[in-house]
């Protein structure tokens, strides 16, 4: 099928980022090197993300009938390495004293990126599927990472357990809607779901409901939206956090690039069953996750449970579908939610490493008065994830309202606004630990050496914060000009 | 020749995708777990083949083949998890695993 | 020198700057200097511009100092205007005032705080004058409130004991009712009529209403609200018998010569309303009447001697009322000048006397002072002759004009007169029951006290003296004020009237020689049967009103606030609140941990939203 | 220009204040001083330019895709409240300046930060940008409560966040609205206030926008029933945080039902002035009841407050000359009143570490001119004439008595109120027998010079108000001309 360089060159990140695996791995082969392997697989991030920047302008084209590599895949693309790069970064210190093999994580780490680039590029049932799978087997292996070790922090063991049987269930159910789609369509391809071909020979419209919701079940699941997101608190805790870390912002963001591409190449909100549900997944999400965080103490799962909200928040701008801005609406807002929660988790990880996770609201007491610089970074992720102005994730709201108000969802909006009330409630109460006076008998693991990186890191998302919080014009033009391509 | 009607075929899917549903509700044994896992994968296989044949093309069986290799890649995790779970708990009942909640 | 009548309320207002700001750092010589001074010195001005005003002969004298606010066509300026009433009430003011505040010199000598006495007498000094010079309603308003909050201040002067600020906040709350109704006036009047300077006012209501019109009733039912409470007449006149908790100087100056007479002028000054609304008129002539008899009862059964003197200060408004209610306004405002006089001096003489026997109040704790108490004797003397309005005593020629204004109204005016007849009656009786029980009979108490009456003490009650005898020739140049309607037919006063009242106040003088005196009757008797003791307690309750409005107004209040002490409406919040944590806990029991269960809640997920989707 | 520099002033100073803290701890209050103190000289420029027109206009693209611009600018009005945010804040700093030891750097900061937020929304003509501000405004007020506040200092800021987050994201819905209303009749989106102003919206869309606005500035005002945040708010936090509280960020309310909420949506606001006029009574009374039942001082003051802000809302909604012109002068009087006696009665606790008055009494003998300072603020509070509450009142009343009898008579009870309460905290602690049985008084001495000079100006400037308010209502004047021609207008052409 692929015949010419030219239908080569648009895979190019792609490549780049699967050589850089096979290198890793090769290298690992021949020479355990924790540095050096920590290094090839940042550069080959940091380079795809690079080349795909640098391809943004020029490319559109559909490459065989499973990949669409556009501006916006690539712009994706650019946002999931770069997000994994800084989790690669965090990673490094946090496995620095694991006392077992350290190398392999970063071969999982760049294996699901592979798969988040194929995910984000993808316009058709066979690639988004080998593209999900690809991500979440590794992402099992990321979650169980340190379960061998004597110490380990956490229950990656249980996590990972948990995560796989789950997310096999989900698979089933995508994998068996698809089937029934593929059975009344005769094509795997999004667009021609509602087409023509599907009226004619039908087996009836229920039929294609029926496979459809299947699907948005599973991907419903990946995405920790109620009543599918019970799994998420037990995995995020459980998981060492640089994998919750890129469990939450990559896994997420990529699932829900195909979610949109499948949501508005397929037309599915023509049927207006698939918009009520929508419209109450959302509503769901928004109160389940701000209530269960409600008086969580643990930050992992507080952050699990607000992601929870936060996906409900980005699914009204989904459902507001024919609005103009939605889909930029739904970039700016995963763009923002990744950057808050890779902060908000940075900093998490830290104070952590491998043997002890400081996640407990407790353990933050006092922080801002002995590290005023970091719990400073940590507020203004935590009121960024809150929506407040002078923050990206205020932006970002602004659009979920801007795109509610133009399709006139106003009971979602009202619901919105509750979860958002509520959520206030349990960013404040983080933040009210670090305003307390120091307790002593906290014991912080010092930063050592290893994690001047991972300041860098804070540092570079907080700027990033600020920046598309108090001058947003620039990135909105981007995204603006990227997203007109769906 | 006279083939199956697809809604016979899609039928039996339902079913056996139903068997496994239930059998990951209901059994401990994290072993039979991922064993009625496989058998829902398996039966949007067997979905996959029968449309296929619906149509006549091999885009079918394709999926079907992928579906497989994902399912193996899936126990392979699984098995390696097992195995460490035993070490550490000497039981494959999955209810041990219920450390978090909350 | 006329425009510079301004500088009347500024003297004071700077004696309360200066005794203020050095907060009570001054020596005393410099403070009664400063306090008393400023008051003289307003004393002289008004004076002298009196004088050059009766010269110039015209009817009335207006400067604007500034503009105090103009909003749109509201626009009320700090303007002072001069005409006959305002010339006697500030002549009234300040020399009666200068008078008090000589003798508080005296009087508060020993106290601690001197200064701080002497700031808030030239505060309502300023105000009061403010009140009678304003020539708008705003302005009017603005002394009208200094004085209230002045005498709060003053009544409340010995703080330590929480009964004085009970008293005090009685006083301030209970007229500030009054005024509250008379700011609604003020909104009403200007609504209607556009402006609130008070000539242009009048003029402007005269023009546009026809007498009797609903809003004339309106407005000046709402003014009366406002009068009522400042001068304690029904039904607010609970507040003043208390006021006496404040020093006996404040009880001269504010409780009996001044502020309590400012609703007289209001009604006096905006009569032309009242005339109308012939029926508020009228109420307040019955207001008056009701207020003196009421006020009269009281007074006879009460022991301590300032409140009898309150008593007697409430029943001789109510014959202000009385004369303004029957149309004598020129009358009225003479008996405000008369009983200034006599009132001020009873006052200054109680003064003496309790300052002399170390703070004694109840009259049949004294007895026999007269040699003891030699000048406070004089003055209780020559002041009970003019309240009693004994013949050509300077009460004698106030009071009758009034009751020959009622005679010569015709309809109720009868029975008006007959009242106020009664009135005086009850007068002579308890003015010289106090003069009989505290200065004659045997000494009971305090045998050996010295009169302290030192010559700043002395002076003002000598000269009150004179005034109370002779005050009442003292014309007052006020008829250019009240006789615009036009001359009102001469009705003739039969001699048989005039015998009538000249005679009573003498029985009634009589009738107290006999039972405190010569003990002919004897009060034993009298209060012998069971009716004459619940009767007696009722009066000397002062007609049960304060238990009434403790039952209808105070309870209730204090009841809601209780009640109610911690918000109501935040109870609405936590409320939220609690259902917010209970939903909590409901969402995160479904987070058991369990495999199963998780696996339970996904499947059921699907079959939810499936069934949801087929269904819709 | 000199708006953004004043703003910018503010911001900068208040990081400086922060850094400066690493050299000396004894640097942030100098350095926010100064910073005030600069900021103050700037805003006095403003009063050289003609009050008649918008003055200091700045207009700069922020976010051209939604037609969002960096639009600051000021009319008398919006120089009023500016002028008394400076004035406060000078005060604020005198407030804190003793009682602000530890972590001084990062108090001063928020409170400049506060301050400039609060400026911000004075002057933003943007919508988008008077929200930013808007909130720009709470984070640092939220601080200042949840660190240096007292013992439930932690429910007091959350409670006071929540409510003005969750109305303020009513706002932003209704302002979303509006911007896109514009888009549909004029096809393109745009945040301005001028161009906001053009859009016709009417029924019962435009009462729904309306209620939005209201929500807000209603739970900020606060009028009943949104006003549960401020007692608890005002009872927890540091002096300088309740003046700044009940001096600036309550007038923000008031200032954006002026601005916006009524000249955005005349119809919609005329159909439910009554319902406004009612709550603003209902706040007058109910809330000078409760305040009448408290023991906590501070609570009290904040009760009162609420009841005086009533006579704000009540003159608003009247909408004519005196009504306006009475509501903007309460915001004045009330500015400087109730920030000194919370000062004032921050001052007392800050000495005898207790605000309940049930163990208080006779302070008069202690201190004297504390005694008298409280005794002016609290007549002052209850409309004495010759001082500015009064002429606010007094003509919120006025005008109100235009629009409503009924409801001005009732209102007029609160004047009655007022004197009931004010005078009872008198009584409670400054009156009577002295008493300290139940805490210590080793330290209550009186007003120290420093605190002198701040009472003195307030009282000065309260006095002028009272004496002279011309100097304050010609400022102000013209906005509340241009305001009732523009609603008029509308309204007229509505009706036919």
Redesign the interface.
């Known amino acids: 099928m692929i015949t010419s360089f030219d239908d080569l060159l648009p895979l190019l990140p792609l490549l780049i980022a699967t050589a850089t695996a096979v290198i890793a791995m090769v290298t690992v082969g021949i020479r355990r090197n924790y540095l050096l392997t920590a290094a090839i697989v940042i550069i080959g991030l940091i380079l795809t993300s690079f080349v795909a920047a640098v391809m943004m302008p020029y490319t559109n084209q559909q490459i065989t009938p499973l990949l669409i590599v556009d501006q916006y895949s690539l712009f994706f693309v650019v946002v999931c390495c770069i997000a994994a790069t800084f989790v690669a970064i965090l990673s490094f210190p946090y496995f620095f004293s694991l006392d077992d093999e350290r190398e392999e994580y970063y071969l999982m780490l760049t294996v699901a990126v592979i798969g988040a680039i194929v995910m984000v590029s993808s316009n058709h049932f066979i690639s988004a599927l080998l593209g999900l799978e690809t991500l979440s087997m590794s992402l099992y292996g990321m979650v169980a990472y340190p379960l061998h070790s004597k110490e380990s922090a956490k229950y990656p063991l249980e996590a990972s357990v948990k995560y796989l049987v789950l997310s096999g269930v989900a698979t089933g159910f995508i994998v068996f809607g698809m089937s029934l789609i593929y059975a009344q369509t005769g094509s795997l391809a999004f667009s021609d779901l509602t087409s023509d071909a599907a009226q004619m020979n039908s087996l009836g419209e229920n039929y294609t409901v029926v496979a459809l919701l299947m699907i948005v079940a599973g991907m419903a699941f990946k995405l920790s939206l109620a009543p599918f997101h019970v799994w998420t608190p037990d995995v995020y805790e459980g998981s060492p956090l640089p994998a919750t870390t890129f469990l939450a912002t990559v896994g997420k963001a990529a699932m829900f690039v195909v979610l949109l591409r499948f949501v508005t190449i397929s037309n599915a909100l023509e049927f207006e069953s698939v918009v009520t549900v929508f419209s109450l997944i959302a509503v769901a999400s928004i109160l389940a996750g701000n209530l269960l965080a409600l008086l969580q103490d643990n930050i992992k799962r507080i952050l699990a449970y607000s992601s929870i909200a936060h996906m409900g928040y980005l699914l009204i701008a989904i459902i507001a579908g024919q609005g103009t801005i939605s889909n930029e609406a739904i970039t700016y807002y995963l763009l923002a939610y990744v950057i808050m929660t890779l902060g908000a988790f940075a900093i998490t990880s830290v104070v952590s490493s491998s043997e002890k996770e400081f996640d407990s609201i407790m353990d933050y007491t006092g922080l801002f008065w002995r590290n005023p610089w970091l719990s400073a970074s940590f507020i203004a992720m935590l009121l960024s994830l809150a929506g407040i102005p002078l923050t990206v994730g205020f932006i970002g709201k602004f659009y979920i309202f801007m795109s509610g108000v133009e399709s006139g969802l106003w009971g979602l909006l009202i619901a919105l606004v509750i979860g958002s009330g509520i959520g206030l409630y349990y960013y404040l109460r983080i933040v009210y630990r670090m305003l307390l006076p120091v307790e002593e008998g906290l014991k912080y693991r010092i930063a050592g050496i290893e994690s001047i990186t991972a300041y860098g890191v804070i540092s570079i998302l907080v700027f990033l914060l600020l920046l598309f919080g108090i001058y947003p014009a620039p990135l909105m033009s981007l995204i603006e000009s990227v997203s007109s391509v769906i | 020749m006279a083939s199956i009607p697809?809604?016979h075929g899609?039928i039996l899917?339902?079913l056996l995708?139903a068997l496994?549903?239930i059998g990951?509700?209901?059994r401990?044994n994290?072993v039979f777990?991922?064993m009625s896992?496989e058998v829902?994968?398996n039966?949007?296989?067997l979905?996959?083949i029968?449309?296929?044949s619906?149509?006549g093309?091999a885009?079918?069986q394709?999926?079907f083949l992928?579906?497989l290799t994902?399912a193996a890649?899936?126990v392979a995790?699984?098995l390696g998890?097992i195995i460490?779970?035993y070490r550490?708990f000497h039981t494959v009942d999955?209810?041990v695993?219920?450390?978090?909640?909350? | 020198m006329l425009d510079l009548i301004w500088l009347l309320p500024t003297f004071p207002l700077l004696g309360f700057l200066s005794l203020v700001l050095t907060s009570g750092n001054l020596p005393k010589k410099a403070v009664a200097v400063i306090g008393a001074g400023s008051i003289g010195m307003s004393f002289l001005v008004a004076a002298i511009i009196a004088a050059q005003f009766i010269a110039s002969g015209d009817d009335y004298f207006v400067i604007e100092v500034w503009t105090w606010m103009s909003v749109g066509e509201f626009s009320p300026g700090f303007a002072f205007y001069l005409d006959g009433l305002s010339l006697v009430m500030m002549l009234i003011i300040s020399g009666v005032g200068f008078l008090i505040h000589l003798y508080s010199t005296g009087f508060m000598l020993d106290d601690p705080s001197y200064s701080r006495f002497f700031s808030y007498m030239n505060l309502f000094v300023a105000s009061m004058l403010m009140l009678v010079l304003a020539d708008n309603l705003v302005l009017l308003y603005l002394g009208w409130e200094g004085v209230g909050l002045c005498s709060y201040l003053l009544i409340g002067f010995w703080y330590e004991n929480p009964a004085n600020g009970y008293a005090a906040r009685k006083a301030f709350i209970t007229t500030r009712v009054g005024d509250t109704s008379m700011a609604i006036g003020l909104f009403l009047l200007f609504t209607q009529l556009g402006t609130l300077n008070i000539q242009d006012m009048l003029h402007a209501a005269e023009t546009q209403w026809p007498v009797g019109s609903g809003l004339a009733v309106a407005a000046s039912l709402l003014l009366l609200g406002g009068a009522v409470g400042k001068s304690a007449q029904l039904p607010l006149q609970t507040w003043l018998p208390d006021a006496m908790a404040g020093p006996t100087p404040i009880s001269a100056l504010i409780h009996a010569a001044t502020m309590v007479t400012a609703g007289v002028y209001l009604i006096a000054r905006t009569h032309i309303l009242f005339e109308l609304a012939p029926n508020v008129q009228l109420l307040v002539a019955w207001i008056g009447l009701i207020t003196l008899l009421m006020a009269g009862f009281t007074a006879m059964t009460q022991h301590d001697i300032k409140r009898i003197l309150a008593y007697s200060t409430v029943s001789q408004i109510g014959y202000m009322f009385l004369g303004l209610g029957v149309g004598a306004y020129s009358a009225s405002v003479f008996h405000l000048m008369t009983h200034a006089f006599f009132k001020a001096l009873l006052f200054l003489g109680a003064g003496t006397v309790i300052l002399s026997l170390h703070h004694e109040h109840d009259i049949f704790k004294m007895g026999g002072k007269r040699k003891q108490l030699p000048i406070a004797f004089a003055s209780f003397l020559i002041g009970s002759l003019a309240l009693a309005a004994f013949p050509f005593t300077s009460g004698y020629f106030s009071k009758d004009e009034i009751l020959i204004g009622a005679l010569e109204m015709d309809g109720p005016g009868i029975w008006l007169w007959a009242g106020g007849v009664l009135g005086a009656f009850f007068t002579g009786i308890y003015s010289f029951r106090l003069v009989f029980v505290v200065f004659f009979g045997e000494s009971k108490a305090h045998h050996d006290e010295k009169e302290v009456a030192g010559f700043s003490m002395a002076t003002p009650l000598i000269i009150l003296m004179v005034l109370a005898l002779f005050g009442g020739l003292i014309s007052i140049p006020v008829d250019s004020v009240f006789n615009h309607g036009g001359e009102h037919e001469e009705h003739h006063i039969s001699a048989l009237m005039h015998g009538i009242m000249i005679v009573v106040p003498l029985l009634g003088i009589g009738v107290s020689y006999l039972f405190y005196m010569s003990k002919t009757f004897s009060i034993e008797n009298l209060m012998s049967s069971s009716l004459a003791k619940s009767l007696h307690k009722f009066w000397f309750s002062g007609w049960g009103m304060d238990a009434l409005y403790q039952f209808l107004f105070v309870n209730p209040f204090l009841f809601l606030a209780r009640i109610n002490k911690n918000d109501l409406i935040d109870s609405f919040y936590s409320g939220i609140v609690a259902l917010t944590r209970t939903a909590n806990g409901l969402v995160a029991r479904a987070q058991t941990g369990q495999l199963r269960w998780y696996v339970m809640t996904v499947i059921g997920g699907v079959v939810l939203i499936v069934c949801l989707g087929v269904l819709l | 220009m000199i708006l953004a520099v004043l703003i910018s002033v503010l911001f900068v100073g208040g990081v400086l204040a922060w850094l400066s803290e690493n050299l000396d701890p004894s640097f942030p209050k100098v350095v926010a001083l100064t910073t005030m103190l600069i900021s103050v000289a700037i805003m006095l420029t403003l009063l050289g330019e003609s009050d008649s027109e918008w003055v200091a206009s700045l207009n700069a693209q922020w976010i051209p895709r939604f037609g969002i611009s960096f639009h600051l600018a000021a009319d008398g009005l919006s120089t009023l409240l500016i002028l008394l945010t400076g004035f406060l804040g000078v005060i604020a700093i005198g407030a804190a300046w003793d009682e602000i030891n530890d972590r001084s750097g990062f108090f001063y900061f928020n409170l400049l930060w506060t301050l400039a937020g609060v400026v911000g929304v004075f002057t933003a003509l943007d919508l988008f940008l008077f929200f930013f501000f808007w909130e720009v405004m709470l984070i640092p007020m939220y601080f200042m409560i949840a660190i240096w506040g007292h013992e439930n200092k932690n429910y007091a800021a959350m409670k006071f966040f929540i409510f003005t987050q969750v109305t303020g994201m009513l706002m932003l819905i209704s302002i979303l609205m509006l911007a896109y209303f514009h888009y549909i009749q004029f096809g393109w989106l745009s945040f301005d206030y001028f161009d906001l102003l053009n859009v016709s919206t009417s029924g019962t869309v435009s009462m729904w926008m309306m209620l939005g606005f209201f929500a807000a500035f209603a739970t900020k005002l606060p009028s009943m029933p949104f006003h549960s945040w401020l007692p608890d708010a005002h009872s927890q936090a540091p002096t300088a945080g309740s003046v700044i509280l009940a001096g600036v960020l309550l007038k923000t309310g008031a200032y954006g039902l002026i601005r916006f909420a009524v000249p955005l949506f005349p119809e919609a606001s005329m159909q439910f002035a009554p319902v406004a006029m009612t709550l603003a009574v209902l706040s007058i009374l109910y809330c000078a009841k409760v305040a009448f039942a408290q023991t906590d001082i501070k609570r009290l003051i904040a009760y009162t407050s609420v009841s005086h802000m009533g006579f704000v809302m009540l003159g608003i909604y009247a909408w004519n000359e005196q009504a306006l012109q009475g509501a903007v002068m309460t915001m004045l009087a009330h500015g400087l009143s109730a920030a000194a006696l919370f000062m004032l009665a921050g001052g007392l606790q800050h000495r005898i570490h207790t605000r309940d008055m049930t163990h208080m009494g006779g302070f008069w003998a202690k201190v004297p001119r504390m005694s008298f300072a409280v005794l002016f603020f609290s007549i002052a509070a209850l409309g004495m004439p010759g001082l500015g509450n009064f002429v606010g009142e007094f003509l919120a009343l006025l005008g109100a008595f235009q629009a409503s009898i009924p409801l001005t008579v009732a209102a007029a009870f609160g004047l009655i109120f007022a004197s009931v309460y004010s005078l009872w905290v008198i009584q409670k602690v400054f009156h009577g027998e002295y008493r300290n049985s139940d805490f210590d008084d080793s330290h209550l001495s009186d007003l120290s010079r420093r605190e002198m000079v701040y009472v003195a100006s307030m009282m000065f400037g309260l006095v002028w108000m009272g004496m002279y308010p011309q100097s304050f209502l010609d400022m102000s004047e013209a906005t509340i001309q241009g305001l009732l021609t523009a609603t008029e207008s509308i309204t007229s052409m509505a009706q036919n």
């Open positions: 697809v809604e899609l899917a339902a995708f496994g549903l990951v509700l209901t401990r994290i777990v991922l896992l829902m994968l039966a949007s296989g979905a996959f029968v449309a296929a619906r149509w093309h885009e079918g394709v999926m992928m579906i994902l890649a899936e995790v699984g998890l460490q779970m550490r999955i209810n695993l219920s450390q978090m909640k909350g």
